[in-house]
């Protein structure tokens, strides 16, 4: 049996550190998109201001200020679109960057899994757990086993044996719970 720290070995993967630059590199690519989503909701929100100062003014005879109330609303029109937009494109983007971490993370972690297996193999290790302090939750804790641990087939024979058994039981279980439920 072997232990692995994994969570130390990621970190110090060089793989890793280059999957980190580019996530930081998409990190700042969002960032930016984002500021200047907020920039632009900015400047609408100062024209829509403008716009219903200028609809609010008495000096306007009724039918301007009506006008000028219209142009305000499209220019509320624009800014609301405009923050659904942000909200949709942001989550989208978040996404996307999650999605590309948890790609590149598996990438990686199959990568070492294949490389710690070899070793295992190749120095007579049947077991390699994972023994990072705090135990990473999303990282598995056996790393390799050898083929002769794997009892799934034997499992799989058991519980085909309980299917088989339970339509018999649930047969025999249905008029009795027939006579319970009638009145």
Same mark, same amino acid.
């Given at each position: 049996?072997?232990?692995?720290?994994?969570?130390?070995?990621?970190?110090?993967?060089?793989?890793?550190?280059?999957a980190?630059?580019?996530?930081q590199?998409?990190?700042?690519?969002?960032?930016?998109e984002?500021? %200047?989503?907020?920039?632009?909701?900015q400047?609408?929100r100062?024209?829509?201001e403008a716009?219903?100062?200028?609809?609010?003014?008495?000096?306007?005879s009724?039918a301007?200020?009506?006008?000028?109330?219209?142009?305000?609303e499209?220019?509320?029109?624009?800014?609301?679109g405009?923050?659904q937009?942000? +909200?949709?494109?942001?989550?989208?983007?978040?996404?996307?960057?999650?999605?590309?971490?948890m +790609?590149? +993370?598996?990438r990686?972690?199959?990568?070492?899994?294949?490389?710690?297996g070899e070793?295992?193999?190749?120095?007579?290790?049947d077991?390699?757990?994972?023994?990072?302090?705090?135990g990473?939750?999303?990282?598995p804790a056996v790393?390799?086993?050898?083929?002769?641990?794997?009892?799934?087939e034997?499992?799989?024979?058991?519980?085909?044996?309980?299917?088989?058994?339970?339509p018999?039981?649930g047969?025999?279980?249905?008029?009795?719970?027939? +006579?319970e %439920?009638?009145?």
């Amino acid at each position: 049996i072997g232990v692995v720290d994994m969570a130390k070995v990621m970190d110090a993967y060089p793989e890793t550190q280059r999957a980190e630059a580019t996530l930081q590199t998409l990190r700042d690519d969002l960032e930016k998109e984002r500021k %200047d989503l907020l920039e632009k909701r900015q400047t609408l929100r100062t024209d829509y201001e403008a716009a219903s100062k200028e609809a609010a003014n008495r000096a306007w005879s009724d039918a301007e200020r009506q006008r000028k109330e219209a142009v305000a609303e499209e220019k509320l029109e624009l800014l609301r679109g405009h923050e659904q937009n942000i +909200r949709e494109t942001l989550e989208l983007r978040q996404r996307q960057v999650s999605d590309q971490m948890m +790609r590149m +993370r598996q990438r990686i972690l199959a990568r070492l899994q294949e490389r710690i297996g070899e070793y295992a193999r190749a120095n007579g290790f049947d077991l390699v757990l994972d023994g990072a302090e705090g135990g990473g939750a999303t990282l598995p804790a056996v790393i390799y086993r050898a083929d002769r641990f794997d009892i799934t087939e034997a499992i799989l024979k058991t519980t085909a044996m309980d299917a088989a058994e339970a339509p018999a039981e649930g047969a025999a279980k249905a008029p009795q719970q027939e +006579r319970e %439920d009638a009145p």
